[in-house]
């Protein structure tokens, strides 16, 4: 399995931005797909997660309102939609893979990890 994430980029405070993973390598139908991100000195933090289906979705408090995740089967693609960015958004973010849990905010549930897109929003 493949997860190639990209989409980051630098925005101002206020901006727009959304992320794609474009998955590869299985049939995903009994995942779930995740959105992490590492912000510079701090740990790995979870933003959000949605099942393959789409039927179902779950954020972090830091994400609700601002951020949604969404899937396109037919592509083997999923995406993060970030709106109202703030400078405490700007991380390395990652998509990650997970099989057989859901949901899991938990960085261990998730078996394939995409290589991190860098996402800057300016003040």
């Known amino acids: 399995v493949q997860l190639q994430a990209s989409g980051g980029g630098l925005v101002q405070a206020g901006g727009s931005l959304r992320l794609s993973c474009a998955a590869s390598?299985?049939?995903?139908?009994?995942?779930?797909i995740a959105w992490f991100r590492r912000a510079p000195g701090k740990e790995r933090e979870f933003v959000g997660v949605i099942s393959w289906s789409g039927d179902s979705a779950y954020y972090a408090d830091s994400a609700k309102g601002r951020f949604t995740i969404s899937v396109d089967n037919a592509k083997n693609t999923a995406s993060l939609q970030m709106n109202s960015l703030k400078p405490e958004d700007t991380a390395v973010y990652y998509c990650?893979?997970?099989?057989?849990?859901?949901?899991?905010?938990?960085?261990?549930?998730?078996?394939?990890w995409g290589q991190g897109t860098l996402v800057t929003v300016s003040s």
């Open positions: 990650a893979l997970a099989r057989g849990v859901w949901p899991s905010k938990s960085s261990n549930e998730y078996n394939y």
């Open positions: 390598g299985d049939t995903f139908a009994s995942y779930a």
